[in-house]
């Protein structure tokens, strides 16, 4: 079975930083480009960062490039996401996708973990 689990949300003042971790299950991950969105409430989802299986090519939203650092561990089949100078309107529920790009409806992705930013 094909399973994405989302870890390490939490709530964070301002400025803070958090590392997101993704575990994935049940599919070849050293050869699959991976993806982290977001969806804050009320708002559509945003991609927010890929990779590719390799971790060569690398590409970042604007509104985190230079923050943002997207990662993964090909040996134990993690991916990470680690997230600097947090700002309130990173606040949302973050989710690993298995794919490279803006998401589409029935790509595998996680339950999601989490995060708060407060000012």
């Known amino acids: 079975e094909v399973q994405l689990v989302e870890s390490g949300g939490g709530m964070v003042q301002s400025g803070g930083s958090l590392r997101l971790s993704c575990a994935a299950y049940?599919?070849?991950?050293?050869?699959?480009?991976m993806s982290w969105i977001r969806q804050a409430p009320g708002k559509d989802i945003e991609w927010v960062s890929g990779?590719?299986?390799?971790?060569?090519?690398?590409t970042y939203a604007d509104s985190v490039k230079g923050r943002f650092t997207i990662s993964r561990d090909n040996a134990n089949k993690m991916l990470y996401l680690d997230l600097n100078d947090l700002q309130t309107e990173d606040t949302a529920m973050y989710y690993c996708?298995?794919?490279?790009?803006?998401?589409?409806?029935?790509?595998?992705r996680g339950q999601g973990t989490q995060v708060t930013v407060s000012a």
């Open positions: 996708v298995k794919g490279y790009g803006p998401y589409v409806p029935g790509m595998t």
């Open positions: 049940g599919f070849p991950f050293i050869r699959s480009s």
């Open positions: 990779i590719n299986s390799v971790g060569g090519q690398i």
